[in-house]
């Protein structure tokens, strides 16, 4: 009977042995995704732009306007004959437009972030679902640095930018549901806790520059 179990516990343990070496054999699957493309190209990112721009621009137009005219106030001013009215003039109305233009920053950058927390959102849920679906283990940003080399077949760029944009269409149909005695549309449901973790380098949804050419203050993230 001891003879038995000893035989029966050995048995065990080749078995379990057998079975980690099978896993540890298991080839890694990697994959390696453009975000920075899949930022810039997808369908909620073209759309983001519009809506800055239709939004924004105007206000944009104006205050770029505004700066061109003060310019060339400041070459009229090189005039030695320029009286000193003339120049608290031109200063002050160089403050106020020095001010229009960080309120008008300040507004942007509000709208700008919530962008592109959707868009960061979107991007890896999508790459979330492609990972899930044809097993990969990792999947790597090559705009984030350190991949210096990748098998096209390594590259799931194309497939994460469909899912971003079929994601955001079922986003947009769900939100165009009409709800039973004029209920609201439900908020959409907290994403899977088993989500890839988002590194510092996120990709930036495509919008633009909505800061005014010329007349940025020092410090501002607006680049043209």
């Not at 950058?109 to 990792?138: P, S």
């Not at 769900?174 to 899977?192: F, H, I, S, V, Y």
């Amino acid at each position: 009977m001891r003879k038995l179990f000893v035989m029966t516990l050995v048995a065990m343990f080749v078995m379990a042995g057998s079975a980690f070496a099978a896993d540890a054999a298991a080839p890694l699957k990697i994959g390696v995704v453009d975000m920075q493309t899949v930022a810039t190209t997808s369908e909620p990112a073209l759309a983001a732009k519009k809506q800055m721009e239709n939004k924004y621009g105007s206000e944009k137009k104006d205050l770029e306007d505004q700066g061109q005219k003060l310019r060339k106030k400041a070459e009229l001013l090189k005039n030695p004959k320029t009286s000193e009215d003339a120049k608290l003039a031109f200063l002050r109305s160089k403050q106020d437009l020095d001010q229009k233009t960080r309120n008008f920053m300040r507004k942007v950058e509000q709208d700008e972030v919530k962008l592109r927390q959707d868009m960061v959102t979107l991007v890896f849920n999508a790459t979330y679902e492609v990972a899930q679906r044809k097993g990969y283990n990792f999947v790597v940003d090559v705009t984030a640095g350190g991949v210096l080399y990748a098998e096209q077949s390594m590259d799931l760029t194309q497939e994460v930018l469909a899912e971003v944009n079929k994601l955001y269409k079922e986003k947009g149909d769900k939100a165009k549901e009409p709800m039973p005695n004029g209920q609201k549309t439900p908020a959409a449901p907290a994403a899977p806790a088993a989500r890839p973790q988002q590194n510092g380098n996120a990709p930036r949804a495509q919008g633009g520059s909505f800061a005014p050419r010329g007349d940025r203050p020092q410090g501002g993230n607006f680049a043209p």
